[in-house]
């Protein structure tokens, strides 16, 4: 079997695991509900009528909500790593997200009645400090991996600065934001899920095209010179594309670290470095790491509720250590 129809074959599997993992998702809780009654509920067969509310109107949106923000940090993950030709990077560590979160906390405290424009300065924030980190760290010879590091470690303790400064001096609205600041679907239904649905599938769908593009930056400055690319052009606008994806998804629950770094290099041992097929196993599996960690956190310490964005920093930062360790950066 060709190494095209395992790859296929990989995803639609992959696939597979995470719808079913969303229906046994939708199915814990304080209240179990059997996988028949789901089913029967969600395509209108029968099922029991007390189901309905906890399933449209809790469960299956913030499902639903985890399935596609953790596609869109992957996906962001996966972009801005072709862009940079760096595997460490990722929309934390190059201190989009924290960017993001600034400006999104901004909003929320000082400007609460301008809640409207949430997402368009989570955009704003997390563009102003992708391009602070990318000056810092670009030189003639590209990007050294371990520079943008430190600058995207000087941004986030930037960022983290603003945010714990906006924190102090408006503490009287914090306990609002608490979830938000930690990553966490809680209390998310469909009003998150209406307001991100549009954003991500037009991420997704420029993703799709920009496919040949990102193959052809992988493979190297010359050869997008050859083949008559505009390499900077392209980076600029690909960058742009991981930006929106991941200030949406910021905009939505909060800062949720380490899915752009994680899941992009286990669909590339999966499937390999081809965008093909490398950017839509990372959509499909950044959906499924997301969609266990909220489930977990909401289920394994249950009354109590661990944010997904605690989970996946507990998980993620021990992986990027691990990561610069084997690469010896």
Known sequence: MSKKVNSGTIIIFTLLLTISMAVVAIGLGSVKIPIPDILQTIFGTSGKVEYNTIIFEIRLPRVLLAMIIGANMAVSGAILQAVVGNPLADPGLTGVTSGAAAFVLII???APQYSNFIPISAFVGGILAATVVFILAWNRNGISPITI??????????????????????SDRLPATVQWMNGSLAAKGNNALSLIVPYAIIGWVISIFAIRKLNIIRMGEQVAANLGENVNRNRILLSLLAVFLAAISVATIGIVGFIGLIVPHMARLIVGSNYKYLLPMSMVLGALVLLVADTGGRTLFAPMEIPAGILMAVVGGPYFLYLMKRRKF
Do not use: P, T
Not at 152 to 166: E, I, K
């Open 149 to 170: 590091i430190l600058a995207g470690v000087a941004v986030n303790a930037l960022a983290g600065g603003v945010m714990g400064y906006l924190s102090v001096m408006f």
């Open 108 to 110: 929320m405290l000082v």
